[in-house]
């Protein structure tokens, strides 16, 4: 079994001009697999939160409709075209264009053989095991600052990297918005995770006193540097 605790916070531009929080997240754990899902709006797009929140909600339901454990690669991109159309179908509702939901999004799916991570966007993945950490499929880097990938975008699918490590290989998994790389990457050239911090936030999602409030906390405290919302989710397994 996986423990997972996390939280999504406003970001300090947001609350100094009034903004929401237009990350999202979630999980859902059970006995075989447990889902974890990160998303970030696009700031620019007026409909982007409400594309985070539907991002996660599409990934977790479609990530119900297994397992999949002889092609977990194959089991990303449905769910990713899943949460897409999710999106698409919510839009064309509510009488709007898709792109007005843009948003990055990060899934990953954790179950007794394979522990598989899908992107699309600026969002941060890290694995480990016995305290060597790995970011996994880093974003790649951009003409522009805040350049990215959205699951809103004409080749979304396309621009979807995916990463499958055998469960043996890791018993702690990450996921991040970019709201937080200055404080989670020792090299934002690389994409290397910064590995005390990991260290330590594995240690604390084992502890009895670990919780998702304890982590808001923290995220609501943290100087991000960015000013951007900051959403963080860890998984150990038990």
């Not at 997972?4 to 999980?27: F, K, L, M, P, Y």
């Not at 490590?165 to 690389?190: C, E, Q, S």
């Not at 919780?211 to 906390?217: F, G």
Request: charged share 20%; hydrophobic share 45%; proline share 4%.
């Amino acid at each position: 079994m996986w423990k997972v605790i996390g939280a999504s916070v406003a970001g300090t531009v947001h609350q100094a001009t009034g903004r929401q929080c237009e990350d999202a997240c979630g999980w859902r754990a059970g006995t075989e697999v447990t889902c974890l899902a990160v998303a970030d709006g696009a700031g620019s797009r007026p409909m982007s939160r409400r594309g985070a929140a539907l991002a996660v909600e599409g990934s977790l339901l479609a990530s119900a409709e297994g397992p999949r454990d002889e092609d977990p690669a194959a089991w990303l991109r449905l769910i990713f075209a899943a949460a897409r159309g999710q999106i698409t179908t919510r839009a064309l509702a509510e009488g709007n264009d898709a792109d007005d939901y843009a948003t990055t999004l990060a899934v990953a799916i954790l179950t007794g053989s394979a522990v598989a991570v899908g992107q699309i966007g600026d969002t941060i993945a890290v694995a480990g095991r016995a305290g060597s950490y790995q970011t996994l499929t880093p974003a790649p880097r951009a003409e522009y600052v805040n350049e990215t990938a959205f699951l809103t975008g004409p080749d979304a699918l396309g621009e979807l990297r995916i990463n499958v490590t055998p469960a043996a290989r890791a018993d702690t998994v990450f996921l991040a918005t970019d709201g937080l790389r200055f404080k989670i990457l020792d090299d934002l050239t690389t994409a290397a995770p910064f590995t005390p911090f990991f260290e330590d936030l594995a240690a604390f999602a084992r502890s009895p006193q670990a919780s998702d409030d304890a982590v808001r906390a923290f995220l609501a405290g943290l100087d991000d540097q960015s000013g951007d919302d900051k959403t963080l989710l860890a998984a150990v397994r038990g």
